[in-house]
Each structure stands twice: as C-alpha cells, then as structure tokens.
C-alpha cells in the first residue's frame, strides 16, 4: 500500500496496534494510540510511505507493517546510546528503510503472518538495509528479527532503551 491507501486502512491499523500494544510490557493506552496515529497521518504523506495490512478470510485485521525511507536530516541516528560511524549514519532518502511498525494480534501470531507483512513492505525494496527498533523485554520479536538477519547496531534512548537492528 501506498500512503494515500493505507490512510483509508487507518481504521484496520489502528485496531491492530492498539490490540497488539496494550499487552504487556508495552502497555499502549488510548491515548498512546491516539498520539501514534496522529504521527501516522503525518508519515502517509510521503511520497516513500510504504504500509501492507494482513487480513484473515473473513476480512477482519489481522496485522500491520509499516514505514519509509529515512531521510538526510533525520534525528534518528542522533538517539542512540553509543555513537556509530559517520559512515553508518549516512542517509540520502534511499539509503534505509525504516520499519516504523510490524505487529500481528494475538490469535493469528505464530503463522508466518508477521513475515509475510515484512517481506511485502520490503519485496523489491531499493534501499541497501532495513532499521528498526525492538524492544529487549519481547523475546519473540527478538528472535524473529535474528532469524530474518537483523543485527543489533546500537541502542536507542526514549522510555525503555531499544536495541536498533539492521538488516
């Protein structure tokens, strides 16, 4: 999905999110969602937005990706702990897709969905490497990202600190 589509999905989105994110250790409240939701009307914008929406037979959300190239003057190199490489930190708009969000709820975790969504958003991708953060306190997530080839670069202040992977 583009931006402009997923903006019509935002409903679906939203479902997903507060669903998946209200359980523990993220706990999301409504207002956690509202205030993630007014930065994803902000991120559908752009022109690199990139989103997929899993559905189950019955047509009823499922699970959620989505993201977008970082831009040049992003600040998201500047939140880590320890400093990386200039050369690491380079970005130009191509360079590095930004996962913003990947998440499934509960009843249908566990069957490849959130693979699946992975795989689509970033299925002909032109960037060289993918960045996302992953919280340390959620096993699962951990282990599937290791397991599609991320690699922990650093980690990330804000509340809790997130290792930052990339792949």
């Not at 999110?17 to 207002?31: H, I, L, Q, W």
């Amino acid at each position: 999905m583009n931006g402009a589509v997923a903006t019509r999905a935002e409903e679906a989105f939203a479902l997903v999110y507060a669903e998946a994110f209200a359980e523990p250790p993220y706990e999301k409240t409504v207002r956690d969602v509202e205030a993630n939701f007014r930065r994803f009307r902000s991120q559908v914008r752009k022109a690199t937005f990139r989103a997929a929406l899993a559905r189950s037979v019955e047509g009823e959300p499922v699970g959620i990706a989505y993201g977008y190239p970082l831009n040049a003057s992003t600040g998201w190199w500047g939140r880590l702990t320890t400093p990386v490489a200039d050369e690491l930190r380079r970005e130009d708009g191509h360079r590095t897709f930004g996962l913003i969000e990947l998440a499934v709820r509960a009843p249908w975790r566990k069957q490849g969905v959130a693979r699946r969504l992975h795989d689509a958003i970033l299925d002909n991708a032109a960037e060289e490497r993918v960045l996302l953060n992953a919280r340390p306190d959620v096993p699962a997530a951990q282990a599937a990202y290791r397991s599609w080839g991320y690699e922990k670069i650093g980690e990330r202040t804000r509340g809790t600190a997130r290792p930052c992977m990339t792949s």
